[in-house]
């Protein structure tokens, strides 16, 4: 199964030139990388990323991941993926952009 992970642009340059990342500030003041589910991230984009450009979607295997991938009741009382660890570049099987287009991002066809 895949999961995403949605990168403001400084975010994913920082996986991009180091080839590991914390996440993003959520995710270091919450202790894991926060994912989403394809059913669940373009309500992750509406709710946390409203109107933002130059955002980077990211997929990832959640069965690659190992123990350290935990998944956990959040919103809505839905099961999230979290990373309990620092996320790889060699983690990412694809990178794609995520273009605003009147005010809703744009998902690729296969994951909406």
Do not use: C, N
């Not at 990373?83 to 099987?93: E, F, S, T």
Request: charged share 20%.
């Amino acid at each position: 199964m895949l999961i995403y992970k949605i990168f403001r642009a400084p975010e994913w340059q920082v996986l991009v030139d180091h080839g590991e990342t914390t996440g993003a500030p959520i995710d270091v003041t919450d202790g894991f990388v926060h994912f989403s589910t394809a059913a669940q991230a373009a309500e992750t984009a509406a709710k946390h990323f409203t109107a933002e450009e130059g955002l980077t979607l990211v997929a990832l295997e959640a069965d690659a991941l190992g123990d350290a991938l935990k998944w956990e009741v959040s919103r809505g009382g839905a099961l999230f993926p979290h990373l309990y660890r620092k996320m790889q570049m060699a983690d990412v099987l694809w990178h794609k952009p995520l273009p605003l287009v009147d005010g809703s991002h744009q998902f690729p066809e296969d994951i909406v």
